[in-house]
């Protein structure tokens, strides 16, 4: 008999703690089986990642997120369902297939406050990006293409309140951050690695911050 892997333990868990109104939402099953059909890929967070997003926004009392990579908005109705009813949930995405689906995604399960799509890439979006009248962003959740890490990281300080969170996902990337990795150095490697020389190099003056490497359904994170 074999011992349980992470993905055992991630489904223990699930059945354990997923909430009615947040990761087991049927309708957020729903949305990923639409993306499925329209051939959309299945990397968006775990249901436990996307609740623990849901316990970070609501312990914070935040009220204004942005994210960057919607995909086809599983990860967005975590962060929506989380906002109080005056909150603004923007997301940025490339494709407009992905928009789409996320679009109607957010429709059939009746989002509140209902996400705001901003299509095309990302850091042009996010160098135009206001801050919203009611206040900067209290949370931001980075999670598209990795290359561009840095870049999305500098840039959405700007709109962040100060003691706002930054979340990156992705940030280890199966270990290959690390400069000993024999596998490829490919460029998403390479632009998570260029944040954390920005972190080393801003000395603590403007962020402080953390990384946490996990284990669960998607493997080593
Ligand atoms: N956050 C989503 C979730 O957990 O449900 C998953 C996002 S998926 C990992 C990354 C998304 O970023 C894809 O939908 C991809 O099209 C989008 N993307 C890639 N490059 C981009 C860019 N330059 N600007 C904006 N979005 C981009």
Known sequence: ???????????????????PEYGADPTLEEGLTRAREDGLPEIQVSPLQGQMLSVLVKSMGAERVLEIGTLGGYSTSFL????????????LELSPLHAKIAQENFLASDLFPFPRIHVGKALGTLKKL?????????LVFIDANKDQSLEYFVECLRVLRKGGVVVVDNAIRVGRI???????????????RALYDWIEADGGK?????????VGAKGWE
């Open 80 to 91: 929506s369902k989380s906002l109080p009813p005056h909150g603004q949930i923007d997301t």
């Open 178 to 192: 690390h400069p000993d990795s024999k596998l490829d150095s490919t460029i998403e490697v390479q632009g998570l």
């Open 130 to 138: 206001k801050i919203p009248e009611e206040g900067p962003y209290d």
């Open 206 to 214: 403007t962020v402080l911050s953390s990384a946490v490497q996990t």
């Open 1 to 19: 008999e074999q011992e349980p892997n992470p993905a055992h333990v991630d489904s223990y868990l699930a059945s354990k703690i997923l909430h």
